[in-house]
């Protein structure tokens, strides 16, 4: 069988932790049963030369936590991971990895648990939600948690194309957490949560001049766009070309921007000013991924 998962976005800008949106961008699993009891990993695309071919490899590892809540396990499988999401670049490769496995394993057992429950063990091996829940749902995502347990849920958005942009860049997310701050000012976290609010509404109308004046954010864009070399440069180039809103992705370095249309020029126009900060980049123009994962 073949998985195929999205890429994904998130916080868009103000929703920190809060938002995350699929993208028209795959990785895609495939998986064979054989005879052999240790798994057969096959890498093509990014992260083939450093990712691991055993039982650390991040897919297999999430089709183990399926098998040990649910089991049987199935020890003989072989595996062929085709990758076009770029690691550590801020569109969630390593939650297409993780939720590409639980979907997989889940399907080997006849769907034993719910979209629900395969969400819920992806964030316990994530850590945070932001980036799987929409790799799992697809669309746009709203995501919180009480003592309860996590609440997500989806907003319709309508068809829609965003430019996102990859510099040769890397940035841990650990790292990328590790420079913000423990605490923010009361007038901090109103400002953000009107604007993911605002932001929130803007997507679901479609509406880009509503979005750019949203996207302002103060809990993480502000630190994070220093470990992005010309990022200010990127975000006037982007906009003198067309772009209304424009926003780090997850993490970063990729970048994201929102414009009705002259989408290629504003692609160009961002990796020109990447260029002139002598960083290669690469560019995609992609639509809003609605299905999420998925069997083929």
Known sequence: MKIIVPATTANLGPGFDCLGMA???????????????????????????????????????????????????????????????????????????????????????????????????????????????????????????????????????????VVVINPELRVATETARRILPKTVSRGDAIFNAAHVALVTLALSRGDLALLGRAMDDRLHQPLRKFLINGYDDVVAAAKAAGAQAVAISGSGPSMIAFAADHHDEIAAAMKQAFAANQIEARTWVLKVDREGARLT
């Not at 009891?37 to 992260?47: C, F, M, V």
Request: glycine residues 10%; charged residues 25%.
């Open 23 to 161: 993208l028209s961008l795959y990785n895609e699993i495939d998986v064979v049963e054989q005879a052999a009891a240790s798994p057969g990993i096959e890498i093509d695309g990014e992260g083939a030369p450093e990712l691991p071919r055993d039982f650390n490899n991040l897919i297999v590892r999430s089709m183990q936590r399926v098998f040990e809540r649910v089991g049987p396990p199935r020890p003989g499988l072989r595996l062929r991971s085709i990758n076009r999401i770029p690691l550590m670049g801020g569109l969630g490769s390593s939650s297409a990895a993780i939720v590409g496995g639980l979907v997989a394993a889940n399907a080997l057992i006849d769907r034993p648990l719910s979209r629900d429950e395969l969400l819920q063990l992806a964030i316990e091996i994530e850590g945070h939600p932001d980036n799987v829940a929409p790799a799992l749902l697809g669309g746009l995502v709203i995501i919180a948690a009480d003592e309860r347990g996590p609440i997500v849920d989806r907003v319709d958005v309508p068809d829609m194309q």
